[in-house]
């Protein structure tokens, strides 16, 4: 058997169809259960009333709901630990449908009563982390298979290296040729950028990248060298182009890493800005009960 117990079937498949949907199954039966619960209760009063947070079907759909986030924000610690029972993937297939379920159930819990005030604010807040959840299950089944694609059986630090070498070998050529070109090959050493800012690092570009200058300025001016000189422009072209597609490979990598790290920026903080958003609702509802 494979390490961790699962099969090889299970390792091809996604996190959203771990054991043949078995976590889309128990969320779509605690929604159906919620909804069933909320409307058969029927709460005191003047003909009958649909529940709402403060009425004893309130408060129970409530605390499944806060137990639910508390148990979910879990799985930030728990993916970090690869030994145990439920495989990590086990864990973020659980992760992606009892979140969405808690939709279902924070709605109910809320009696579609919504205002200005704490509890809206932590349903608001919930949703947000939801769906910025969505955002990183997106990426994180998306990226890695396009990080593997561009990387090919390279990595980021060995195009650096080659990147590096061509430059050297450019620069020898460079000088073989008039000062125009040698003046461009310059730039291209010197000015050409992988990484740097957060926007440059998302987008994967540099404006006026020197580098994709001089592939151009070579594609239009080899033909009027002759002799040794569209020798040399040939294989300064060659080089270039080189060296192009592995700033591109390499920009598109720091690119993706760049993605990855924003989206926990994001949602680590607004997940613990719910825990503490909740603690508050919670409070709040017993002190003015």
Request: with cysteine; hydrophobic share 45%.
């Amino acid at each position: 058997m494979p390490a961790g117990g699962e099969s090889v079937a299970m390792r091809h498949s996604t996190v959203l169809q771990y054991r043949d949907y078995l976590y889309l199954k128990l969320a779509t039966l605690l929604c159906v259960g919620a909804v069933v619960a909320y409307v058969l209760a029927r709460e005191p009063g003047e003909g009958p009333q649909l529940p709402f947070g403060g009425t004893w079907t309130g408060y129970a759909l409530g605390s499944i709901g806060a137990l639910l986030i508390l148990w979910l924000l879990w799985f930030g610690v728990k993916k970090r630990r690869y030994r145990g029972a439920t495989p990590v993937r086990g864990w973020l297939s659980a992760h992606i449908y009892l979140g969405l379920s808690l939709i279902v159930i924070a709605t109910l819990h809320s009696g579609f009563r919504f205002g200005v005030n704490l509890h809206t604010f932590c349903y608001a807040l919930m949703l947000i982390v939801i769906f910025s959840g969505l955002y990183g299950v997106y990426i994180y089944l998306s990226l890695p298979g396009a990080m593997s694609i561009n990387l090919g059986d390279d990595s980021i630090e060995t195009m650096l290296a080659e990147i590096v070498d061509l430059d050297r070998e450019a620069a020898r050529v460079g000088l073989q040729l008039p000062d125009e070109v040698n003046r461009q090959v310059v730039r291209s050493i010197e000015r050409t950028r992988i990484g740097g800012g957060v926007w440059r690092q998302v987008s994967g570009r540099q404006r006026n990248d020197p580098t994709t200058k001089l592939v151009l300025m070579l594609e239009g001016s080899t033909a009027r060298f002759t002799g040794q000189q569209a020798t040399d422009a040939r294989a300064l072209y060659s080089l270039m182009v080189r060296k192009k597609n592995l700033v591109d490979r390499a920009r598109s990598e720091i690119g993706y890493r760049a993605r990855l790290q924003l989206w926990l920026v994001f949602h680590v903080p607004i997940s613990i800005a719910l825990v503490i958003a909740l603690g508050a609702h919670i409070i709040s509802v017993f002190y003015y009960r």
